[in-house]
């Protein structure tokens, strides 16, 4: 069952109730930390610095920030994000203070890969020989590529730190996690029918993805399509507007926006797809981010309890293209957004889960 618990009970060490605050819109089932925490669920809005106070452990998802502002002087000493992204943690200042992080990574990205490739062909893209630009080849674009090959595509891989930690390029050589050799943004933006974006978003480094899809980016080459499931300000939106506009891009994706929620009314309008940031919003995904943070805590707390997501972790080998349409639509998410942009939170706290494609389970 989802919420499942094997392992050993409360005992001795336990001697005081812990306490946990959990951002309400993690969804789980049953009581996995009975005997060991006292459970408080909050709106992420109401996760204020007074709340934590007296908290052992947050449970959160990426509206929190997780920094001095809200945790100087309480006594949470783990924090669990159960999202992919973590640019909502300061980890410098939490490892400063022996704060312990924890991610929940790859947790959502067949379902992130589900919405891109269903974009893809929703819009009328999915044909053998789309040459498909991935930036950035971690937990969501390696299954973007492959599953993206399996369809016929010419697959364009760019990850210049993979492609540096590999030992350089080689141009003969392929990618590990894949057929794709790795090449240039510029030569993406050169070659590429189509572009999807699955960087973190950085603005230090030697390879920031701050505004990475940029005016210079976009002049190189007209794009069939552009989409951005990463991070919102990984893209311009200035950038995208005009390009938009003139033609440069015929078809836009967007998931993730600068400045969410208050986002670009003109970009909401001019992308054919247009939605709340919850491509990753899978019913199997939630289990899995629910299931790596809370056993992280009972973890932390010196439990040997775990919950079971009752899930498979990894995303299927392949899928067929009638399947993938059948299993989503992103063009009907849509439709809230661009009627209700100032609904924005409220669409992606309500989200109703949909399974990944071959999820239902």
Known sequence: MWDSICGGCWDSRFRAMKKVIIDRFIPYEGEPFAGIAEITRLDPEEITREAVREADALI?????????????????????????????????????????????????????????????????????????????????????????????????????????????????????????????????????????????????????????LDHDFLSISPKALVLNTARGPIADTRALIEAKKSGRIDKLAIDCWEGEPSISIDLLHLAEISTPHIAGYSIEGKKRATAVTFNAVLSHFGSDRRIDPAVAMLPPDSVDAATLMASYDPLTDSLPLKSSPEDFERLRNTYPLRHEVGGNC
Not at 200 to 205: E, H, Q, V, Y
Request: with cysteine.
């Open 60 to 212: 959160v998802r990426t509206r929190t920030k997780c920094g001095p502002e809200l945790l100087a002087g309480s006594k949470v000493s783990i924090v669990a994000t159960a999202t992919i992204g973590t640019d909502h943690l300061d980890f410098r200042w939490l490892a400063s203070k022996g704060i312990k992080t924890v991610s929940a990574p790859g947790c959502n990205a067949p379902a992130v890969a589900q919405y891109v490739l269903a974009s893809i062909f929703h819009l009328g893209l999915g044909h053998p020989g789309l040459r498909l630009g991935v930036v950035g080849l971690g937990h969501v674009g390696s299954i973007v590529a492959s599953w993206a090959r399996n369809f016929g595509m010419d697959v364009l891989a760019c990850d210049p730190p993979r492609k540096e930690s590999d030992g350089g390029w080689n141009p003969g050589k392929p990618h590990e996690k894949g057929e794709e050799e790795f090449v240039s943004l510029e030569e993406v933006g050169r070659r590429a029918d189509v572009v999807t974006f699955h960087t973190p978003f950085t603005r230090d480094g030697r390879y920031p993805s701050f505004h990475s």
